[in-house]
T-cell receptor, first 114, second 113 residues
Framework: DAGVIQSPRHEVTEMGQEVTLRCKPI?????LFWYRQTMMRGLELLIY????????DSGMPEDRFSAKMPNASFSTLKIQPSEPRDSAVYFC????????????FGSGTRLTVV | KQEVTQIPAALSVPEGENLVLNCSFTDSAIYNLQWFRQDPGKGLTSLLLIQSSQREQTSGRLNASLDKSSGRSTLYIAASQPGDSATYLCAVHPPEGYNKLIFGAGTRLAVHP
């Protein structure tokens, strides 16, 4: 299995532009998570899906952030409009019963908003 | 509110030393605890997963222990190597917020030859 695949690996954009991050979870995993990592705040859960349905989006910082999971093999995290304070590394993770088997993380997307 | 603390924040040791990394959590009600490794500019790699009913897990030179009642876990690395240099993160799985992992800030380890 190729693991959790994220794209792009790096994204540099200007303030005010729309940014879309993509994630392909491991086949057979039924839960998908979006995390954000910064030096100041560490790893924070933004949103998670179970069976393609958003279960908890309480970590989404503002209405500028939205996430979708149209099918079991694809999810997007969109920021519109982007701001410099959104600069961070965004990780996608997936699991099949995280309590028993844990979580697998992608390599992340490093976002820089200038 | 569950909080996870990792001590030390950074560690630099010569190759060959046995190491202990510490993780503490404020609420002992957890489903499991997971140790991850993160290389610079990379994602998180799962090292060990300890269920709440278990005391320890071992993988190669790594051994993780869990003491739920005292809210502590340790990651023991035997005979450290330069390739072990990375940031080590622990995360707990609380019962509320079923799928929410709560992460510590990590211990940045440097093993020099």
């Amino acid at each position: 299995d190729a693991g959790v695949i994220q794209s792009p690996r790096h994204e540099v954009t200007e303030m005010g532009q729309e940014v879309t991050l993509r994630c392909k979870p491991i086949s057979g995993h039924n839960s998908l998570f979006w995390y954000r990592q910064t030096m100041m705040r560490g790893l924070e859960l933004l949103i998670y899906f179970n069976n393609n349905v958003p279960i908890d989006d309480s970590g989404m910082p503002e209405d500028r952030f939205s996430a979708k999971m149209p099918n079991a093999s694809f999810s997007t995290l969109k920021i519109q409009p982007s701001e410099p304070r959104d600069s961070a590394v965004y990780f996608c993770a997936s699991s099949f019963n995280g309590v028993l088997y844990g979580y697998t993380f992608g390599s992340g997307t490093r976002l820089t908003v200038v | 509110k569950q909080e996870v603390t990792q001590i030390p924040a950074a560690l630099s040791v010569p190759e060959g030393e046995n190491l202990v990394l510490n993780c503490s959590f404020t609420d002992s009600a957890i489903y499991n605890l997971q140790w991850f490794r993160q290389d610079p500019g990379k994602g998180l790699t799962s090292l060990l997963l300890i269920q709440s009913s278990q005391r320890e897990q071992t993988s190669g030179r790594l051994n993780a222990s869990l003491d739920k009642s005292s809210g502590r876990s340790t990651l023991y690395i035997a005979a450290s190597q330069p390739g072990d240099s990375a940031t080590y993160l622990c995360a707990v799985h609380p019962p509320e917020g079923y799928n929410k992992l709560i992460f510590g800030a990590g211990t940045r380890l440097a093993v020099h030859p």
